[in-house]
């Protein structure tokens, strides 16, 4: 069965405190991994996909890396305003749904 | 665009009554999605369709629940009759190809007492 696991649950940093957010995942076959952010109240917001092992992708100052079994969500010098649910999911080959993890519930204080 | 639209944004019933939320997904985007979040256990898949037709319904918890698209920017999931632990968050989704990100409505939150 295909699973994601995400960690910490929640994470408080202080502005400018540089840190990562961990999923892993357990699929045959990977075709892509998904990260979306979460603010309270709203849907989820498309941030990155990632393909295969060894890439990075980078948005203003958070940057997604991929390997065999785990995907990073790096936050450089956060901003309050990085406080949001992040979330992955995966989809594997041939299928066309996504299984989510549970989020890390991030906390930037200033 | 507009992007993804749900309505109602909040409901309150009373167990036993009958629920239907409603998608307009954004145009042009072959495949809608139907989610619910819960504290417990996370964004669920319930169903998604491709092209108005229903592909994957194995995410539907039971047959109270049933989710129509009769054309391609409109969508229902009703349940029927509703029960308290149906109390959720209702997320509806669209894609213009399955592989494509997904974006998401602002969700329903449902209440059931």
């Known amino acids: 069965e295909d699973q994601v696991t995400q960690s910490p649950e929640a994470l408080r940093l202080q502005e400018g405190e540089s840190s990562s957010l961990n999923c892993s995942y357990t699929?045959?076959?990977?075709?892509?991994l998904f990260w979306y952010r979460q603010d309270p109240g709203k849907g989820p917001e498309f941030l990155f996909t990632?393909?295969?092992a060894g890439e990075e992708k980078e948005k203003e100052r958070l940057k997604a890396t991929l390997t065999k079994k785990e995907s990073f969500l790096h936050i450089t010098a956060p901003k309050p305003e990085d406080s949001a649910t992040y979330l992955c999911?995966?989809?594997?080959?041939?299928?066309?749904?996504?299984?989510f993890g549970q989020g890390t519930r991030l906390t930037i204080n200033p | 665009d507009a992007g993804v639209i749900q309505s109602p944004r909040h409901e309150v019933t009373e167990m036993g009554q009958e629920v239907t939320l409603r998608c307009k997904p954004i145009?042009?985007?072959?495949?809608l999605f139907w989610y619910r979040q819960t504290m417990m256990r996370g964004l669920e898949l319930l169903i998604y369709?491709?092209?108005?037709?229903?592909?994957?319904d194995s995410g539907m918890p039971e047959d109270r629940f049933s989710a129509k698209m009769p054309n391609a920017s409109f969508s229902t999931l009703k349940i029927q009759p509703s029960e308290p632990r149906d109390s959720a968050v209702y997320f509806c989704?669209?894609?213009?190809?399955?592989?494509?990100?997904?974006?998401f409505g602002p969700g329903t939150r449902l209440t059931v007492l």
């Open positions: 989704a669209s894609s213009l190809a399955a592989w494509d990100e997904q974006f």
């Open positions: 699929v045959s076959g990977l075709r892509g």
């Open positions: 990632l393909y295969s």
């Open positions: 999911a995966v989809q594997k080959q041939g299928a066309q749904k996504l299984v």
């Open positions: 145009s042009g985007h072959d495949y």
């Open positions: 369709f491709n092209n108005n037709v229903p592909i994957d």
